[in-house]
């Protein structure tokens, strides 16, 4: 089983904000296969699993916040042996402008939080992600930025990304080889 997490925030109050770029991919994936609605596993997430052209997927939303994101994930992987090679994290990045995603293997967590924890509780940076990019504030706060929504001319933009990201996402599950997908999509 392959298992894709999204990053974010839970909760209708982070909805649709930057910052929740991964749940947004994921979610975009659970209504794309009709895969039915995100249920509370017995650790901190809610997950949908369902089949995705013939293969068995696990999305992931971990309920723990960004900041505390590996704390949901390490168990879900523990308890389904879910290995590193079958796991990948979407999640938003500032360093990249809206619209852009990427695709990246193993590395640092780049100043993300919660692909801080994720390493942290992992215990490796050797984890496939797709970055999706929300750009930095042209004004204000970095925090206020990624709790924001997108404005109604990033907005569509960032709606190709998710779908672009959703397309990688899908040859990854159907044998694509990540090697593969990043010299297509970077």
Same mark, same amino acid.
């Given at each position: 089983?392959?298992?894709?997490?999204?990053?974010?925030?839970?909760?209708?109050?982070?909805?649709?904000?930057?910052?929740?770029?991964?749940?947004?991919?994921?979610?975009?994936?659970?209504?794309?296969?009709?895969?039915?609605?995100?249920?509370?596993? %017995?650790?901190?997430?809610?997950?949908?699993? #369902?089949?995705? =052209? $013939?293969? /068995?997927?696990?999305?992931?939303?971990?309920? *723990?916040?960004?900041?505390?994101?590996?704390?949901?994930?390490?168990?879900?992987?523990?308890?389904?042996?879910?290995?590193?090679?079958?796991?990948?994290?979407?999640?938003?990045?500032?360093?990249?402008?809206?619209?852009?995603? %990427?695709?990246?293997?193993?590395?640092?967590? #780049?100043?993300? =939080? $919660?692909? /801080?924890?994720?390493?942290?509780?992992?215990? *490796?940076?050797?984890?496939?992600?797709?970055?999706?990019?929300?750009?930095?504030?042209?004004?204000?706060?970095?925090?206020?930025?990624?709790?924001?929504?997108?404005?109604?001319?990033?907005?569509?933009?960032?709606?190709?990304?998710?779908?672009?990201?959703?397309?990688?996402?899908?040859?990854?599950?159907?044998?694509?080889?990540?090697?593969?997908?990043?010299?297509?999509?970077?």
């Amino acid at each position: 089983m392959k298992m894709i997490v999204g990053l974010g925030n839970i909760g209708t109050r982070y909805d649709e904000t930057r910052h929740n770029a991964g749940f947004m991919v994921v979610e975009q994936l659970a209504r794309d296969f009709h895969l039915g609605a995100f249920t509370h596993e %017995k650790v901190e997430a809610v997950t949908v699993t #369902g089949l995705i =052209n $013939g293969q /068995k997927v696990m999305l992931v939303k971990p309920t *723990t916040f960004m900041n505390e994101s590996g704390r949901a994930v390490k168990p879900l992987m523990e308890y389904y042996d879910i290995a590193l090679d079958d796991l990948i994290v979407v999640s938003d990045d500032l360093d990249m402008p809206v619209g852009k995603i %990427k695709l990246k293997q193993r590395g640092a967590s #780049g100043g993300h =939080n $919660g692909l /801080k924890s994720l390493i942290d509780h992992l215990g *490796t940076r050797e984890f496939n992600r797709v970055k999706l990019g929300i750009d930095h504030p042209k004004f204000g706060s970095v925090v206020s930025h990624v709790l924001g929504r997108f404005d109604t001319e990033e907005r569509p933009v960032f709606e190709g990304a998710v779908l672009q990201a959703e397309q990688a996402l899908i040859k990854w599950v159907q044998g694509t080889s990540f090697d593969q997908l990043m010299n297509e999509y970077n």
